[in-house]
């Protein structure tokens, strides 16, 4: 027997998913896939056309270097879309991958769930970009996370992006991940809660980690070194 994955109606009915998948065999859910990496590159270089997060790049185009700062674009166009991969594939695949091995879930049911996970990131990311491109400017910070409240009571910087890692998204995937695999681990559903906060918590540290070192300034070391 077979059912054909919806995106939106699943999104918003898991038990039905959850049934669908434990009775019989999915189809087109590779098109899903397609289509949300698809929307992903898209907002990805729409992002970086707008300009946003390449602030950097203005004082090129200030100095006259007209060339230069094409090359730059285009350079930051190419890095966007290859990033875009990176972070979708880390979240579906890779983390599709974590679950399976720690929860015994079978990968191919994980990365249903992962699917959903990854398109909401893009959504959350999709909407702090509309915000942006009202006010016509951006920040560090997302007005969906904790991230500017720790930046009005905390001074580290480390703090102040670990906060900003965790988003109301945040807590909607984990409930996500959390009714949906609960349905096919043995997994005890206290366990299985605190991992998927304790996994969320490390992604956080991670990207705090990474946004405070001072990438740029080892860069600009190496050549001219």
Not at 104 to 133: C, G, I, N, P
Not at 186 to 213: D, Y
């Amino acid at each position: 027997m077979f059912f054909e994955f919806r995106f939106w109606k699943y999104l918003f009915s898991q038990n039905d998913l959850i049934v669908s998948l434990k009775d019989s065999t999915m189809r087109h859910f590779e098109k899903r896939v397609w289509f949300v990496a698809l929307c992903g590159v898209i907002l990805f270089a729409l992002r970086d056309m707008w300009g946003m997060h390449t602030e950097d790049l203005t004082s090129i185009f200030v100095n006259g270097y007209d060339d230069t700062f094409t090359i730059a674009r285009i350079t930051s166009l190419i890095g966007a879309v290859i990033g875009s991969f990176l972070y979708m594939v880390f979240h579906f695949f890779g983390m599709a991958f974590l679950l399976h091995k720690m929860t015994s879930v079978d990968l191919s049911k994980v990365t249903v769930v992962q699917l959903f996970v990854v398109a909401l990131f893009l959504m959350e990311k999709a909407f702090t970009f509309f915000l942006y491109a009202i006010v016509g400017y951006t920040t560090d910070f997302s007005i969906l996370s904790f991230g500017p409240l720790a930046a009005t009571f905390l001074s580290n910087e480390f703090f102040i992006y670990f906060f900003n890692e965790l988003t109301i998204i945040t807590g909607v995937i984990i409930a996500i991940q959390f009714r949906f695999l609960r349905a096919f681990t043995t997994i005890s559903a206290r366990n299985l809660f605190i991992m998927l906060i304790v996994i969320q918590l490390l992604l956080a540290c991670m990207t705090a980690g990474i946004e405070v070192l001072p990438i740029a300034s080892w860069f600009e070391r190496g050549t001219t070194g």
